[in-house]
């Protein structure tokens, strides 16, 4: 089962959804939420359509929903500060080894920093507030 959650109303768990659209109330959210059978998908919602910010393994590429995320939290290239327009949406876990395409596995990236850690400069890791920490190696010979 899954539960549709509109982040803007994260706080009351108003307008909290099944999938088939069946709304639920705040209690029913509550004690659904709790259920280990249950998987609780955050969004948001816009002109009436819910816009997921986890898309798990459907789509290997950021939506516009979570690279509006990523620019929110990361500010940038996590590593170097460089402005987001110069930046790629870099899988943590990479989607050829089973990554997720949700923003609690991706981190932004400007093309330089991008290299380096495909070389071993660096390596990236989620504190437990999801946010990206960078961990520098001594990087290849």
């Avoid at 009351?12 to 609780?40: K, Q």
């Avoid at 991008?114 to 390596?123: A, M, P, Q, S, V």
């Amino acid at each position: 089962m899954s539960i549709l959650v509109d982040l803007e109303n994260l706080p009351t768990s108003d307008n909290a959804t099944l999938v088939d659209g069946t709304p639920l109330g705040a209690g029913s959210f509550d004690l659904l939420s709790c259920a280990a059978v249950c998987t609780v998908i955050f969004g948001i919602k816009r002109k009436g359509t819910f816009i997921p910010l986890a898309l798990g393994r459907k789509r290997r590429r950021a939506s516009a929903a979570q690279w509006a995320a990523l620019i929110a939290r990361d500010r940038g290239c996590i590593r170097c500060g460089r402005a987001p327009r110069h930046c790629h949406a870099h899988h943590i876990i990479h989607w050829k080894d089973g990554g997720r395409t949700d923003l609690s596995n991706l981190a932004l990236l400007c093309s330089r920093c991008h290299n380096d850690l495909h070389h071993g400069r660096y390596t990236i890791t989620m504190d437990t507030h999801t946010i990206p920490v960078i961990t520098h190696t001594r990087g290849p010979p």
